[in-house]
């Protein structure tokens, strides 16, 4: 089973965000300082918040730059967009993708996405192209995040079969992914061989 700690940056108060300052690491206070936006910084602290909750250890990086424990016990992957940051977590590889539902449909399907996939976004409704384009966007994302092996030119060939809320991936049917909407603008998509999901929300350093 694979566990999903969420985190809206916008719930966070102001002793939360000195709490996530005064915990850092030095690596990560570092990195967090580099960024001139707030929020950035505040993502960024959230995300090293979440990977120390795990109390797993060192963490190293693939030559693609996934990220691992090194006692590779526990498999993790981090994402985050806008509002939200993410962490999923588990016995196995896994990959995780948040997106903003974005209304850029034309100028990327038709080099992003296979032609089932097409019709798939234009047979919705009007007010919910975005949501369906958004959603095949976070599983492809979050399929590549599960291999850790970098972006790929062939987007077209990680092709989804969508039947309510059951998603297949014919190339590769040993891999299940789970997909919901965080909250009316965001969309966030889980990839993982093992069954089962658990989704949490951390709510402060107090919750």
Same mark, same amino acid.
């Given at each position: 089973?694979?566990?999903?700690? /969420? ?20 690596? =990560? ?6 960024? %001139? ?6 993502? /960024? ?15 190293? #990086? ?5 990220? &691992?424990?090194?006692? +590779? ?7 985050? !967009? ?12 896994? @990959? ?15 080099? /992003?996405? !296979?032609?089932?996939? =097409?019709? &798939?976004?234009?047979?919705?409704? !009007?007010?919910?192209?975005?949501? /369906? ?9 979050? &399929? ?5 092996? @970098?972006?790929?030119? %062939?987007? +077209? ?5 969508? +039947? @309510? ?8 049917? %040993?891999?299940?992914? &789970? ?6 603008? #965001?969309?966030?998509?889980?990839? @993982? ?9 951390? +709510?402060?350093? =107090?919750?």
């Amino acid at each position: 089973m694979y566990s999903v700690n /969420c985190v809206n940056i916008k719930s966070l108060n102001p002793d939360d965000i000195e709490f996530l300052w005064r915990t850092a690491s030095k690596e =990560r206070l570092n990195k967090a300082m580099r960024f %001139r936006n707030e929020a950035d910084s505040v993502r /960024c602290l959230v995300a090293g918040e979440l990977i120390r909750r795990l109390n797993e250890g060192p963490v190293i #990086y693939n030559d693609y730059g996934k990220p &691992y424990f090194q006692k +590779k016990e526990t498999f993790f992957n981090i994402s985050h !967009s806008g509002d939200w940051v993410a962490i999923a977590h588990g016995p196995s590889e896994v @990959g995780i993708d948040i997106e903003h539902v974005t209304v850029e449909i034309e100028s990327v399907s038709s080099y /992003c996405f !296979s032609d089932e996939e =097409r019709n &798939y976004i234009n047979e919705t409704g !009007s007010t919910d192209k975005e949501i /369906c384009f958004t959603r095949l966007w976070t599983l492809k994302e979050s &399929y590549l995040k599960y291999r850790g092996t @970098g972006l790929t030119d %062939r987007m +077209k060939d990680i092709s989804f079969k969508v +039947k @309510g809320s059951d998603v297949f991936l014919e190339s590769d049917p %040993r891999v299940g992914f &789970y997909s919901c909407m965080l909250d009316e603008a #965001y969309s966030m998509a889980v990839c @993982g061989m093992d069954e089962g999901i658990e989704i949490n929300y951390w +709510k402060g350093h =107090r919750s």
